[in-house]
């Protein structure tokens, strides 16, 4: 069955330092998601791409997230400088297309010491 | 105020109990409707989604919407152990497919 693949699963940093995340879809869907999710709160979207354009980042904090999917298949986020309050599960999602059913990744847990 | 609220629970019941989720929302424009479900330390995986008014059944899961007073709600039969996960309720625009906006979801514990 295919799945959303996210590395690493667990990351722990310390801040000010830079992190990445990476995300591979399942084949074929078009649009892919990242959310953030801090603890005990339901995910919050970051970024939506369609193929390799931004949809939305409206939420992403652009002096310090960044996010790229360059060829419209795989996806990186990206930290930098790390802070305490990004401490979060970092889920990617993918869907065929933006009116489809979303699939979840298992998602990238960050701890900023 | 968020958009989508949601009682954190946690929420406790024997095993072959109903149990009652709800959400509520706010800004009813071109909306659309979904719980999820999330065992620990995983990501979400979609339960049901809804477009209208009414009851949508799937097995041992009913998902109401009651577009009116803005409340929506998911019942599960006979629950199992297996069914103690953190259920989020979601709800989306039409006219920005894609966008997600997330309640804090609800911790449910079904016992033996």
């Known amino acids: 069955e295919a799945e959303v693949a996210q590395s690493p699963r667990y990351k722990i940093t310390e801040k000010s330092q830079a992190v990445a995340f990476w995300c591979d879809p399942i084949s074929g869907h078009a649009t892919l998601y990242w959310y953030r999710q801090i603890l005990g709160q339901g995910p919050e979207l970051l970024v939506q791409?369609?193929?390799?354009?931004?949809?939305?980042d409206s939420q992403l904090p652009k002096d310090r997230f960044s996010a790229e999917r360059l060829k419209g298949v795989d996806s990186t986020l990206k930290i930098q400088p790390a802070e305490l309050g990004d401490s979060a599960m970092y889920l990617c999602a993918s869907s065929l297309n933006q009116r489809n059913e979303q699939f979840f990744g298992p998602g990238t847990r960050l701890t900023v010491l | 105020q968020k958009e989508v609220e949601q009682d954190p629970g946690p929420l406790s019941v024997p095993e072959g109990a109903i149990v009652s989720l709800n959400c509520t929302y706010s800004n009813s424009a071109f909306q659309y409707f979904m719980w999820y479900r999330q065992y620990s330390r995983k990501g979400p995986e979609l339960l049901m989604y809804t477009y209208s008014s009414g009851n949508k059944e799937d097995g041992r899961f009913t998902a109401q919407v009651d577009k009116s007073s803005k409340y929506i709600s998911l019942f599960i039969r006979d629950s199992q152990p297996s069914d103690s996960a953190t259920y989020l309720c979601?709800?989306?625009?039409?006219?920005?497919?894609?966008?997600?906006?997330f309640g804090a979801g609800t911790q449910v514990v079904v016992t033996p």
């Open positions: 791409f369609q193929d390799e354009s931004v949809v939305d």
């Open positions: 979601a709800k989306g625009r039409t006219d920005s497919w894609g966008k997600l906006q």
